[in-house]
Protein backbone atom coordinates (compact mmCIF):
# COMPACT_ATOMS: atom_id res chain seq x y z
CA UNK A 1 0.00 0.00 0.00
CA UNK A 2 1.04 3.55 -0.67
CA UNK A 3 1.36 5.83 1.88
CA UNK A 4 -0.05 8.68 0.07
CA UNK A 5 -4.16 7.42 0.67
CA UNK A 6 -6.01 9.87 -0.71
CA UNK A 7 -5.74 13.56 -1.85
CA UNK A 8 -9.08 16.02 -2.33
CA UNK A 9 -9.93 19.92 -1.85
CA UNK A 10 -6.22 20.37 -0.88
CA UNK A 11 -5.65 17.81 1.72
CA UNK A 12 -3.76 15.01 1.77
CA UNK A 13 -4.10 11.77 4.09
CA UNK A 14 -0.81 9.52 4.40
CA UNK A 15 0.33 7.15 6.18
CA UNK A 16 2.15 8.21 9.67
CA UNK A 17 6.06 7.87 10.05
CA UNK A 18 8.01 7.91 13.28
CA UNK A 19 9.94 10.71 12.36
CA UNK A 20 6.55 12.85 12.23
CA UNK A 21 6.14 12.16 15.81
CA UNK A 22 7.27 15.17 17.23
CA UNK A 23 5.02 17.34 15.52
CA UNK A 24 2.18 15.43 15.80
CA UNK A 25 2.89 15.35 19.40
CA UNK A 26 2.72 19.41 18.86
CA UNK A 27 -0.42 18.98 16.89
CA UNK A 28 -2.16 17.18 19.66
CA UNK A 29 -0.84 19.57 22.44
CA UNK A 30 -2.91 22.27 20.99
CA UNK A 31 -5.92 20.23 19.32
CA UNK A 32 -6.69 17.18 21.31
CA UNK A 33 -5.83 17.08 25.62
CA UNK A 34 -7.84 20.59 25.57
CA UNK A 35 -10.90 19.33 23.25
CA UNK A 36 -11.30 15.73 24.19
CA UNK A 37 -13.76 15.73 26.77
CA UNK A 38 -12.34 13.48 29.89
CA UNK A 39 -9.04 15.46 29.43
CA UNK A 40 -11.09 19.32 28.58
CA UNK A 41 -12.88 18.82 32.25
CA UNK A 42 -10.21 17.89 34.43
CA UNK A 43 -8.32 21.16 35.17
CA UNK A 44 -4.66 18.92 34.17
CA UNK A 45 -2.36 19.46 31.63
CA UNK A 46 -3.25 15.75 30.69
CA UNK A 47 -0.27 15.86 28.21
CA UNK A 48 2.19 15.71 31.00
CA UNK A 49 0.57 13.27 32.62
CA UNK A 50 2.20 9.38 31.87
CA UNK A 51 3.92 11.48 29.11
CA UNK A 52 6.97 9.13 28.42
CA UNK A 53 4.47 5.74 28.71
CA UNK A 54 2.06 7.74 26.05
CA UNK A 55 5.35 8.44 23.72
CA UNK A 56 6.17 4.84 23.87
CA UNK A 57 3.01 3.77 23.04
CA UNK A 58 2.22 6.04 20.01
CA UNK A 59 5.31 5.50 18.55
CA UNK A 60 5.02 1.59 18.47
CA UNK A 61 1.63 2.80 17.06
CA UNK A 62 3.34 4.38 14.20
CA UNK A 63 5.81 1.93 13.31
CA UNK A 64 2.82 -1.10 12.66
CA UNK A 65 2.05 1.32 9.59
CA UNK A 66 -1.39 2.23 11.09
CA UNK A 67 -1.76 5.83 11.87
CA UNK A 68 -2.76 8.51 9.72
CA UNK A 69 -1.48 12.26 8.97
CA UNK A 70 -4.04 15.02 7.11
CA UNK A 71 -1.94 17.36 5.51
CA UNK A 72 -3.28 21.38 4.08
CA UNK A 73 -1.15 20.97 0.89
CA UNK A 74 -2.32 24.83 0.45
CA UNK A 75 -0.19 25.31 3.75
CA UNK A 76 3.17 24.38 3.26
CA UNK A 77 2.16 20.82 4.62
CA UNK A 78 0.72 21.43 8.13
CA UNK A 79 -1.09 18.81 9.77
CA UNK A 80 -4.45 19.45 9.93
CA UNK A 81 -5.54 15.57 11.27
CA UNK A 82 -4.20 12.59 13.13
CA UNK A 83 -5.05 9.02 13.61
CA UNK A 84 -3.46 7.07 15.95
CA UNK A 85 -3.97 3.71 15.93
CA UNK A 86 -2.83 -0.08 15.85
CA UNK A 87 -3.43 -3.60 15.98
CA UNK A 88 -4.40 -5.65 19.19
CA UNK A 89 -5.04 -9.41 19.98
CA UNK A 90 -6.82 -11.18 22.94
CA UNK A 91 -3.74 -10.82 25.93
CA UNK A 92 -3.45 -7.31 25.27
CA UNK A 93 -6.59 -7.07 27.65
CA UNK A 94 -5.08 -8.00 30.57
CA UNK A 95 -2.06 -6.19 29.66
CA UNK A 96 -3.67 -3.29 29.41
CA UNK A 97 -5.92 -3.59 32.41
CA UNK A 98 -2.10 -4.35 34.61
CA UNK A 99 -0.66 -1.19 32.92
CA UNK A 100 -3.70 1.04 33.83
CA UNK A 101 -3.71 -0.30 37.63
CA UNK A 102 0.15 0.67 37.84
CA UNK A 103 0.36 4.43 36.52
CA UNK A 104 -0.23 7.25 38.39
CA UNK A 105 -3.37 8.74 40.05
CA UNK A 106 -3.55 11.38 37.40
CA UNK A 107 -6.41 12.05 34.94
CA UNK A 108 -4.81 10.19 32.31
CA UNK A 109 -4.16 6.79 34.79
CA UNK A 110 -7.96 7.31 35.49
CA UNK A 111 -8.91 7.47 32.06
CA UNK A 112 -6.40 3.93 31.44
CA UNK A 113 -8.70 1.95 33.89
CA UNK A 114 -12.02 3.46 32.60
CA UNK A 115 -10.67 2.41 29.09
CA UNK A 116 -9.43 -1.02 30.17
CA UNK A 117 -12.68 -1.59 32.20
CA UNK A 118 -14.87 -0.92 28.99
CA UNK A 119 -12.15 -2.87 26.92
CA UNK A 120 -12.76 -6.16 29.38
CA UNK A 121 -16.65 -5.68 29.11
CA UNK A 122 -17.40 -5.34 25.67
CA UNK A 123 -15.12 -8.35 25.71
CA UNK A 124 -14.78 -7.99 21.41
CA UNK A 125 -12.52 -11.02 20.77
CA UNK A 126 -15.04 -13.63 22.71
CA UNK A 127 -17.96 -11.48 21.03
CA UNK A 128 -17.24 -11.90 17.43
CA UNK A 129 -14.42 -14.88 17.78
CA UNK A 130 -11.19 -12.97 16.38
CA UNK A 131 -8.01 -13.36 17.50
CA UNK A 132 -7.03 -9.63 16.02
CA UNK A 133 -8.54 -6.08 15.52
CA UNK A 134 -7.82 -2.44 14.77
CA UNK A 135 -8.00 -0.18 17.18
CA UNK A 136 -8.68 3.37 16.61
CA UNK A 137 -7.31 4.97 19.83
CA UNK A 138 -6.92 8.74 18.76
CA UNK A 139 -8.20 10.73 16.17
CA UNK A 140 -7.91 14.62 15.98
CA UNK A 141 -8.85 17.37 13.69
CA UNK A 142 -7.53 21.02 13.56
CA UNK A 143 -10.13 22.89 15.37
CA UNK A 144 -10.18 25.17 11.87
CA UNK A 145 -11.21 22.00 10.16
CA UNK A 146 -13.78 20.88 12.36
CA UNK A 147 -17.53 20.46 10.68
CA UNK A 148 -15.83 19.79 6.81
CA UNK A 149 -16.00 15.87 7.23
CA UNK A 150 -12.24 15.46 7.87
CA UNK A 151 -12.79 13.44 10.40
CA UNK A 152 -14.98 11.19 8.38
CA UNK A 153 -12.23 10.72 5.75
CA UNK A 154 -9.63 9.91 8.06
CA UNK A 155 -12.31 6.94 9.38
CA UNK A 156 -12.83 5.68 6.32
CA UNK A 157 -9.23 5.70 5.68
CA UNK A 158 -8.23 3.94 8.31
CA UNK A 159 -10.89 1.48 7.35
CA UNK A 160 -9.19 1.15 4.11
CA UNK A 161 -5.82 0.38 5.94
CA UNK A 162 -7.14 -2.12 8.53
CA UNK A 163 -8.64 -4.12 5.08
CA UNK A 164 -5.27 -3.52 3.53
CA UNK A 165 -4.04 -5.58 6.60
CA UNK A 166 -5.83 -8.42 7.39
CA UNK A 167 -7.85 -6.87 10.75
CA UNK A 168 -11.78 -8.58 10.84
CA UNK A 169 -12.71 -5.81 12.86
CA UNK A 170 -12.25 -1.70 13.73
CA UNK A 171 -12.88 -0.52 17.19
CA UNK A 172 -13.17 2.48 18.74
CA UNK A 173 -13.96 3.92 22.06
CA UNK A 174 -15.64 7.21 21.81
CA UNK A 175 -15.59 9.52 24.99
CA UNK A 176 -17.54 12.26 22.76
CA UNK A 177 -20.56 12.53 21.79
CA UNK A 178 -19.93 13.98 18.20
CA UNK A 179 -16.96 11.16 17.89
CA UNK A 180 -19.59 8.54 18.05
CA UNK A 181 -22.06 9.97 15.97
CA UNK A 182 -19.58 10.67 13.20
CA UNK A 183 -18.45 7.07 13.60
CA UNK A 184 -22.05 6.04 13.24
CA UNK A 185 -22.62 7.75 10.29
CA UNK A 186 -19.66 5.39 8.73
CA UNK A 187 -21.64 2.49 9.40
CA UNK A 188 -20.11 1.79 12.67
CA UNK A 189 -22.40 0.43 15.40
CA UNK A 190 -22.50 0.89 19.08
CA UNK A 191 -22.05 -2.12 21.09
CA UNK A 192 -21.02 -0.99 24.61
CA UNK A 193 -22.08 2.55 26.20
CA UNK A 194 -21.89 3.38 29.79
CA UNK A 195 -22.60 6.41 31.20
CA UNK A 196 -20.30 8.69 33.41
CA UNK A 197 -22.66 9.47 35.98
CA UNK A 198 -22.47 5.67 36.94
CA UNK A 199 -18.78 5.67 36.89
CA UNK A 200 -17.57 6.45 40.74
CA UNK A 201 -14.83 5.97 42.91
CA UNK A 202 -14.00 3.81 45.83
CA UNK A 203 -15.81 6.67 47.82
CA UNK A 204 -18.46 6.69 45.68
CA UNK A 205 -17.61 10.25 43.74
CA UNK A 206 -18.34 10.82 40.31
CA UNK A 207 -15.18 10.27 38.66
CA UNK A 208 -15.32 12.18 35.10
CA UNK A 209 -17.69 15.26 34.70
CA UNK A 210 -17.61 15.96 31.13
CA UNK A 211 -19.78 19.16 29.87
CA UNK A 212 -23.17 17.89 27.87
CA UNK A 213 -23.60 16.28 25.09
CA UNK A 214 -20.81 13.57 26.45
CA UNK A 215 -22.49 11.30 28.35
CA UNK A 216 -21.59 8.31 27.90
CA UNK A 217 -18.35 6.64 26.90
CA UNK A 218 -19.52 4.35 23.66
CA UNK A 219 -17.93 1.10 21.92
CA UNK A 220 -18.14 1.40 18.28
CA UNK A 221 -17.23 -1.52 16.17
CA UNK A 222 -17.10 -2.34 11.96
CA UNK A 223 -16.40 -5.17 10.37
CA UNK A 224 -13.98 -4.98 8.24
Given amino acids: ?11 LIRIMKVEDYMNVKDFMGGNFYNGEPLCASSG ?8 KENDKYHISMIEQ ?4 LALNE ?14 QVPSDLEKHRKEAEEMEQNTWGRIAVFLSAAEIE ?10 SLLYSHITCVDATMRGKGLGGRLATALIEV ?5 FPLMVAYCTSFYSARQKEALGMECIYKQAYVDYKDE ?17 MVIKL
Fill in 1 to 11: MSTELCSKDGI
Fill in 44 to 51: EDVQKCCE
Fill in 65 to 68: GTCL
Fill in 74 to 87: NDGGRIVGIVLAGG
Fill in 122 to 131: ANLFERYGIS
Fill in 162 to 166: GKSKG
Fill in 203 to 219: QGQVVFKPAAPHTHIRV
